[in-house]
Structure formats: structure tokens, C-alpha cells
């Protein structure tokens, strides 16, 4: 089973999976990125569209937000969730976003970068989709440590999934043409943040 199955098959009950502790850490995580009004946003593995409220408010009415999904299933469901704002859905693989070059002031990876199959594939191209000066953010509510050990826990499509440790994190982001601004790695959460240009 591929990545994409395997998230098509859980789509339906993906939003009954998040724990509460899960969702009280997103408000402060899209805080901490500080976006600003109109900003155009590119929320990749956007999934059922859990971060699309606080997306939106943050970037306000005459910002744009971008949803890209490999699992048409999620966006799907994302549709059927009724996220109001300037919201499009894209049904991508990230290592091939067909979408212009520098477009984004943002793009956010959260909760997914682990599934990624070509990391480097994929951080090339969210770097391309990058205005210059954007950053792009990749983000989890828990530790590196507890992403991996869960993802080992699941087992199946996603067993091998793992966020890379600092030194192999800053090498791909420098790689992918990307200036790295910080790597945080918290009980709580765990943050790469990178700048283009």
C-alpha cells in the first residue's frame, strides 16, 4: 500500500483521530510564524483542512490559502468540512506542485513532511513555489522523537516515515536553495523554519 492509499482509506475519520492536545498547539504553532495580512499560503498535506480556520485568520479576507493533498479523499473531506475564505484545492504530490514558480509567501508542511518518499524532490519544489524572502515551514505538535516512534508504532505504509535529525534537516534545506532560520526540536512541538533568498 502507498502513501496515497493509505490516506484515502482513513480519510473518513481522519478528524475523529486528532487528539484535543493536538488541536490546542495549533493556535500557538501558527502564531509563532507570524503571518501577515493578504499573505498567499500554500498548506501542503493539508489533509481534512485542520489548519485552514487559523490559516485564514491570520491572512485575513484578502489573503489566499492553497490546500494540496496527494489523497483526493482528504480534500474530499476538507470540501465537505465547509472551510469559508479564499481557499483552493489542489490534488498534487508536493515533489511535482503544478503551480507557478515564486507564488507563495508561506508554505506550510505540517504533519506530513515524515511521508514524504523524496524529501529533497519535495523541499526543491515548495522552494520553487517560494516568493523571494518566503519561508517555508515545517511543523509537527510533538517532538521529532515521538513522530518517529509513532509512525514505527503504525507500522504499514507509513512505518519507515521519519523527520531527519538537525544536521541531515539543515544539509536538505540548504540543498534545496533554502537559508535555514531554525530547527527546534521541543516536547511539544517540533519547527524547521526556512527562508528563500
Known sequence: MNHREYFNQLANNWDLMTTEETRSRLPQMIDYLAIKPEDIILDVGGGTGILLPLLY?????????????????MLKQARNNGHQGNIDFIHADVAAIPLSGESFDLVICYSCFPHFPDKLKALAEMARVLRNRGRLAICHTASRQAINDLHKSVGNAVGNDTIPDEAIMRDMLTASGLKTIEVRDEAHRYLAIAAKG
Not at 57 to 73: C, F, H, M, Q
Open 57 to 73: 485568520n491570520s491572512a485575513g479576507a484578502r489573503g489566499k490559502i492553497v490546500s494540496l493533498d496527494i489523497a483526493e479523499e
